[in-house]
């Protein structure tokens, strides 16, 4: 284990920047902590912190100037791999035929700073979607295997986390090029870090690093158990599969359908949901169309609308849907959960359901099929 400073945290991003990677990290943008480009640490949401709680978010100033004393914003990474909108190939008429175009193009080679452990196993379970026996898209691999991640692990946990009941944090265990824990203490603001990778140490070695102390390190652990010690929320994830799959009748569906907008905020903050749609248009014309893809949701009713009728009409199918996707089929279809604990759907629910709450309704009902 190492420890750096801010200033060679800054160095990292340089280097990061010279070496041709476009740095993305948490900035702050309309009242939340975001992911975009940065180009230096002055960027970062030094002295931000957020609170967090179903149906609610904002940001808080700390009292100290923490650059990564906040949890989980409302974006993910997935907006830089999967990105929300994308043109897939365009054609043109050539002659009584016509011609097409695949984007040309430079795929983004990315440095990504501030990756919390939940959103790496995201990217972990959105590996097995986007790259499988199946199906490979080439546009999510080609800007996978570029990728540079430096983790952060989370030294506090919003009232909306899980992950240590999903197993997927709070500490970043592998899956980084380089990890950081930031401490500030009476021995003043420093990142305790460690390398996973040889990009990892190759940067290192470029940066004026310093052997952690025992007691340093210590203080980085520390402040991690503090992270899961404060967990409030938790999900009983045994025999979950079998629970909501034996369970699709369950009265506790209708309830829910009572107070969901169908208005996919669950769905569009997830780290891991992956709907999409095409979308083909036509200009004027007529010699020139294009293909886009688009993130949808299972929530949006013309997302099961199909040649003969639509299979998914009310609310209640599409919340059942979508958590027993999440939380079962999910483990059928990429052998793992498809939920990392993050709590994004809990906070951005504009009425505020929990899927932890829902799934012990269903768990602790007298109307339960085991
Ligand atoms: S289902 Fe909710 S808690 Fe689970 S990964 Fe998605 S947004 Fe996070
Ligand atoms: S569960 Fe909440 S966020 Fe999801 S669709 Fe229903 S109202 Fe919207």
């Not at 943008?29 to 957020?50: F, Q």
Request: aromatic residues 10%.
């Amino acid at each position: 284990m190492k420890t750096i400073d801010k200033s060679n945290l800054d160095k990292i991003i340089g280097i990061l920047k010279k070496d041709g990677y476009t740095v993305i990290g948490p900035i702050v943008k309309d009242g939340a902590i975001v992911y975009d480009e940065i180009e230096s640490i002055n960027d970062l949401p030094a002295g931000w912190g957020d609170e967090q709680e179903a149906g609610s978010y904002r940001l808080v100033k700390r009292n100290d100037e923490s650059l990564f004393g906040y949890v989980v914003g409302p974006q993910s990474w997935k907006k830089f791999l999967f990105p929300q909108r994308m043109k897939l190939w365009e054609a043109g008429r050539d002659g009584r035929g016509f011609t097409i175009k695949h984007s040309d193009e430079p795929v983004p080679k990315y440095a990504f700073l501030g990756v919390r452990s939940c959103e790496l196993k995201a990217i972990f379970i959105q590996d097995k979607v986007f790259n499988n026996d199946l199906y490979t898209d080439s546009y999510y691999n080609n800007v996978r295997n570029n990728i540079f991640i430096i983790s952060v692990n989370c030294t506090q946990a919003a009232s909306t986390c899980f992950c240590v009941s999903m197993k997927s944090g709070p500490k970043a265990k592998d899956g980084f090029d380089i990890s950081l824990t930031e401490v500030i203490g009476k021995d003043g603001h420093y990142f305790v870090l460690d390398e996973s990778t040889e990009k990892g140490k190759e940067l290192t070695a470029k940066l004026d690093a310093e052997i952690a102390t025992d007691e340093q390190v210590k203080a980085a652990d520390t402040r991690v158990a503090s992270a899961e010690l404060g967990m409030k929320r938790s999900m009983n994830t045994a025999g979950i599969k079998e629970l909501l799959y034996h369970n699709h009748d369950h009265p506790n569906w209708a309830e829910i359908a009572t107070r969901c907008l169908s208005c996919a905020n669950c769905t569009l903050v997830c780290p891991t949901c992956f709907c999409h749609t095409m979308e083909d248009t036509t200009d004027l014309t007529g010699d020139h169309t294009e293909r886009w893809r688009r993130w949808d949701s299972c929530f949006s009713l013309d997302y099961s609308k199909v040649a003969g009728g639509n299979f998914r009409t009310s609310p209640k199918a599409r919340y059942r849907q979508w958590m027993t996707h999440k939380l079962a089929s999910w483990i059928d279809q990429f052998g793992t959960s498809g939920c990392v604990g993050c709590g994004r759907c809990i906070s951005w629910c504009p009425v505020g359901i929990d899927i932890t709450k829902e799934v012990e309704k269903i768990r602790n009902s007298p109307k339960t099929k085991s």
